[in-house]
C-alpha cells in the first residue's frame, strides 16, 4: 500500500481519480435494524474481509485506543416564512459563542425566491413559533446569513426544527431519525451532520471494547453543511476547504500519550476525528500533542499528507469525488481504497450516512 502523493501513473492527482459508479440502490436511506448490525468490511489486510460490526472488538488490540467525536446533531433545518409570505428554508451552520437562555446568534443558509433583507425577520415554525432578525450577510464569500434570535436558540432548534439529514436520503425527517442520526454518546451540541462512523457503536459494543482492554477518549469537531460541499476544480490544490469549530482536550492528549507508551494503535471514530487529531497535530508544531488544542480547521487531507497520530481508521463509504474519498486514499493509499469499494460494490454494501463501514490501516 501507498500514500504517495502521486497517482500510481504518476501524475499529480485530479479530481476525475476519485470517481466511481455507485448503483442508487446502494445508497442506504434508512439505518440497519440495529446499530451494530451493519457490515464492517475489514481493510486491515492486504484482502478484504466480510464482518459484521459488533466483532469490532474482536479486530482491535488490548491498548488501543478508540477515539470518538461527541458532538451532538442540532435540530438544524428549520421553515419559515417572510412578511411577504414567501416561504424560507434555513440550514443553521453553526451557532456563535455567546448564546443564552435570553437570546442568541446563529449563521445559517437560506433558500428563498428572493433573499430576506438586513434588517428584516423571517418567522419560523408557524404560529407558534419564533422571529429571526436578518443583521446581515456572513462567511467568506457572503454565503450564509447572520440571524439573531431572542429566546434560548438549541431550545428553540430543538422545538422547531428537523433533523438535517443529507441531501442523498429522499424523505423527510421522521422520529427514527432524531434518535438514529444522533450518537449514543452525542454530548456537544453543535453539529449539522453526524460523525457517521460513530452510528454504529451501541452499549453492548462499547461494553465488549472495555472489557476487551481497549480505552476510550473523545474530541469535539462540529460538522458544517460544508462536509457535502462539492469539489469543483479538477485540480485539488485550487479547492478551498469549510471551516469547521474543534477541541481535543487535555485528558484525550494524556490518553494518546499513554497509548504510545504502552505501544498501543490510536483508533480513530470517522474522519471527523482524524481531522480534528490531526489540526491539532499540525497546530502543536514539531513537539507534537502537549495539550488542549481547539479552535477552526480547513485542513484538506489528500494523498501525500504526512500523518502524525491516527493508526487505524473506522469510517463509512464515501461519495464519488468527495473530499472524504480523498482523505481515505492518504490514509491507507490509493490503490488499496479503490479496490475495498470495487469490492463493497460488488458485494453490495451500504453506502453514506446510515450505510455500512470499514476498517483501515494507516499505510
Not at 122 to 133: I, P, W
Not at 184 to 192: C, E
Not at 272 to 287: M, N, P, Q, Y
Request: charged content about 20%; proline content about 7%.
Amino acid at each position: 500500500m501507498s500514500s504517495s502523493s502521486l497517482h500510481p501513473s504518476g501524475r499529480p492527482f485530479q479530481l476525475a481519480d476519485f470517481d466511481f459508479h455507485l448503483p442508487a440502490e446502494l445508497i442506504a436511506q434508512h439505518p440497519a435494524p440495529e446499530r451494530s448490525a451493519s457490515r464492517l468490511l475489514d481493510g486491515t489486510g492486504p484482502l478484504p474481509v466480510d464482518r459484521v460490526f459488533r466483532t469490532l472488538p474482536t479486530l482491535l488490540h488490548p491498548g488501543d485506543l478508540l477515539v470518538f467525536n461527541d458532538t451532538r446533531v442540532l435540530k438544524a433545518r428549520l421553515f419559515g416564512e417572510k412578511p411577504t409570505g414567501g416561504a424560507v428554508e434555513a440550514l443553521v451552520e453553526r451557532l456563535l459563542p455567546g448564546h443564552d437562555a435570553r437570546h442568541g446568534e446563529m449563521l445559517a443558509h437560506l433558500r428563498a425566491s428572493k433573499s430576506p433583507r438586513e434588517g428584516s425577520t423571517v418567522r419560523f415554525g408557524g404560529a407558534e413559533g419564533f422571529d429571526a432578525l436578518v443583521m446581515g450577510r456572513a462567511g467568506p464569500d457572503g454565503s450564509l446569513f447572520h440571524l439573531r434570535v431572542e429566546g434560548d436558540p438549541l431550545a428553540l432548534l430543538e422545538r422547531h426544527g428537523h433533523v438535517p439529514l443529507p441531501p442523498y436520503i429522499t424523505h423527510d425527517d421522521a422520529p427514527e431519525d432524531a434518535e438514529r442520526y444522533q450518537t449514543v454518546f452525542a454530548r456537544s451540541p453543535g453539529a449539522v451532520a453526524a460523525p457517521t462512523a460513530a452510528l454504529h457503536f451501541d452499549e453492548g459494543v462499547l461494553a465488549a471494547l472495555a472489557e476487551a482492554g481497549i480505552a476510550r477518549a473523545q474530541v469535539t469537531l462540529h460538522v458544517g453543511a460544508g462536509t457535502f460541499q462539492p469539489v469543483r476544480t479538477e485540480n485539488l490544490a485550487e479547492h478551498r476547504m469549510h471551516s469547521e469549530w474543534y477541541e481535543v482536550p487535555p485528558t484525550t492528549v494524556e490518553a494518546i500519550t499513554a497509548c504510545r507508551a504502552r505501544g498501543g494503535r490510536v483508533v480513530s471514530v470517522g474522519t471527523t476525528t482524524l481531522r480534528a487529531l490531526e489540526s491539532a497535530a499540525r497546530h502543536a508544531g514539531r513537539g507534537g500533542l502537549s495539550g488542549a488544542v481547539s479552535g477552526e480547521t480547513d485542513i484538506f487531507i489528500t494523498p501525500g499528507f504526512s500523518f502524525q497520530v491516527v493508526d487505524v481508521l473506522l469510517t463509512n463509504f464515501h461519495l464519488p469525488k468527495s473530499t472524504l474519498m480523498m482523505l481515505v486514499s492518504a490514509f491507507a493509499g490509493y490503490p488499496h481504497v479503490m479496490a475495498l469499494y470495487r469490492h463493497a460494490i460488488e458485494t453490495g454494501y451500504r453506502f453514506f450516512s446510515y450505510g455500512d463501514a470499514m476498517l483501515l490501516q494507516r499505510a
